[in-house]
């Protein structure tokens, strides 16, 4: 007790914050999970760090609170279906705390709202348990309202409990029109409101930290987020395109963390003892190192423990697939690697067009995401990972290829590294500025592709969509304002910010660390823990990015020069629908050279891909998604009437498939018959196609327009 008071007297110092912290306040039926030393800490500093360092630089005060706490409980309970009225009502003074709370790091009120919130949750699935027995009636006319986000919260249990049941009766129907067998049916969804339960179950306070820091970040801007030290290391996993482990795919199957698949050439398939549904029932760290059991473990646990540096020795105790439970399981010494993810990397893949008795070659290079190894790259190793590295070396195949044109597919990119979005754009120009960043203090930098040499001139085409944003909208509004490609697809996301990827690890003073791991380590086990951080990361919002025209892509992100309809909804995904986002504006331009224009063609291609859609029964599949899309948005609620629902769902699975071979008719496949399914890595992407068309008409065009005579100097 006596370090935990010296804890937050050090803590107080170090912050100059004043108040202690409140007591908790005990839910009986939940987990009652409380907070923790770490998360205390972490509260305050990035409280701290949010109005000091943050672009926006925004006041904690109560009007935050309020929209902290109004995005917390959406978060939690956003169509009303768990919290009472009740419960609302005895949150009510909290909606101004929260700021207070953040600022002094008592996060028991937060941790109050969620137990709350998983006492409801458990409460409701038992009481759905209970109704499975019963014997519904599926030939009255009932309704389930299922989407209640703008109903008000539910006063009684009893209007709670018929809500439920409404649900109950709902995924019996489901489960009816797939299976007249209803025994099976109700130990099916016994089944799966057990497992609801037992997820319950293994929440914990990082789960609680996350729900709330997520909330909370958003609220003072999109784009700055707090990682807790798990999703800290998947964010940098997933940005270097690398980890460091085993090299095999895990889900948890029926309590057991089961193997779903195995990297080609990695630590795991080398083994030649490890294979696809092999459960994983135990993990020791090092030659010597005691086994933990994670039967029952929540998957990321299990992960971490799984994880760990390369050169590093991890046991795993493992059930092989279909041995039975009480089996000795096998021991399995493995060797931890660094593991290149090449599923999540830059592919490439060439379309031919025959056009005017012309045969035209397209590379498509789709990107998921800017990625870069930092860690390799700062340790000096010269095969580090990175977006760039990847699509350079496509670029040479594909012009070993004879490409007549390259279109880069930015669609669902939603960005990553800025470095890695100047470079990629230095394939396609000789040098020159790609992109302006001003920071906190209204200080501006220009950043520039300094290399000279060109990876490819030719005709260039960049696809994007309502989901390309931040790098993606740096790259493609460069290669729009230099005039190097074309731009073709929907518009872009709004994304104009940039973020620093901040270590709490880092921030927190030794000292403080050094007094809660001592405290932590006197009172509970300390596992090991892979590599991940102690106190988690924050990406921090430091800089807003402008194009060199002068224009910022936020809010408005970078219009197409030739438009397809989006099937992403622009009034529900982008940077303008985002109460908290930073406004659009713009700065002095910078000094560049325009390589071309594309300003004559676009008229007649866009007069060329409007003739095709006239008649192209994929474009009238794209509208159609579009409208379907719209309608099932709009409805609320469901008919609990067997006949009616069954009815709706032959007429939806037809018209689903009339669609489908409408667009499988245009891009020259064979039709399919009712229950067929598609043939495996079909493609039946419909905007790319025709985005190769657009490149191939510009390619055929006499006035093709790859550099300027004169090129236009712009000040």
Known sequence: MFKKLYLFALLGAALACKGAPSHPIKVAGSKDLQPDEKQMVVSRYIAQMITTQNYKKVELGDSLSVVVYNKYLKLLDENHNYFLASDIQSFEPLKTKLDDDMKSGDLNDIFYIFNVYQKRYVDHIKFSLTQVDNNFDFNTKEVFTYDRDNMPFVKTEAEMNELWAKRVKYDLLNLKLANADMVKNKEILKKRYQDLLSQSNK?????????????????????????????????????????????????????????????????????????????????????????????????????????????????????????????????????????????????????????????????????????????????????????????????????????????????????GSLPEAINLTGLFIKSGPVVQVRDTRNRVEVEEDEDPTVSYAGPLAVMTDRFSASASEIFAGAIQDYGRGLIIGSQTYGKGSVQSEISMDKVIPTSIKDQIMSLIGNTTPKPAKGNLSDFGQINLTMAKFYRVTGSSTQHKGVTPDIAFPSIIPMDKYGEDTEPSAMPWDTIAKSNYTKVGSFTAVIPKLTKMHADRMANSAGYKYLLNSIADYKKRDDEKSVSLNEADLKKQRDEDEAKALEDNNMVRTSLGLPTLKKGQSKPKHEDLDFNKVEAGQILTDYILMDNKITSTATPAKVQ
């Open 203 to 415: 929440l914990t306070n990082q789960d609680v930290f996350q729900t709330f820091m997520d909330a909370f970040t958003t609220s003072v801007d999109p784009h700055t987020n707090y990682f807790n030290p798990f999703n800290a290391s998947q964010f940098n996993m997933e940005m270097s395109r690398s980890l460091e482990g085993i090299g095999a795919t895990l889900q948890s199957v029926n309590e057991y963390v089961t193997i779903q698949s195995v990297v080609p050439g990695g630590p795991a398939f080398k083994s030649k003892q490890v294979d696809v549904s092999d459960r994983i029932v135990g993990v020791a760290q090092g030659h010597n190192g005691e086994f933990q059991e994670i039967i029952g473990w929540r998957l990321d646990n299990a992960i971490s423990l799984i994880r760990g540096a390369k050169g590093t020795v991890v046991k795993l105790k493992i059930l092989p697939k279909g041995a039975p439970a009480s089996d000795k399981p096998k021991i399995v010494e493995i060797v931890r690697e660094k593991i290149i993810l090449q599923e999540a990397s830059a592919k490439k893949e060439i379309r031919i067009y025959n056009s005017n008795g012309r045969t035209i070659k397209v590379g498509i290079i789709n990107i998921p995401a800017f990625y870069m190894d930092f860690e390799a790259y700062r340790n000096g190793d010269p095969n580090y990972k990175s977006t760039t590295r990847d699509v350079k070396l496509i670029l040479d195949t594909l012009k070993k290829a004879g490409v007549d044109g390259v279109i880069i597919d930015l669609r669902q990119n939603g960005g």
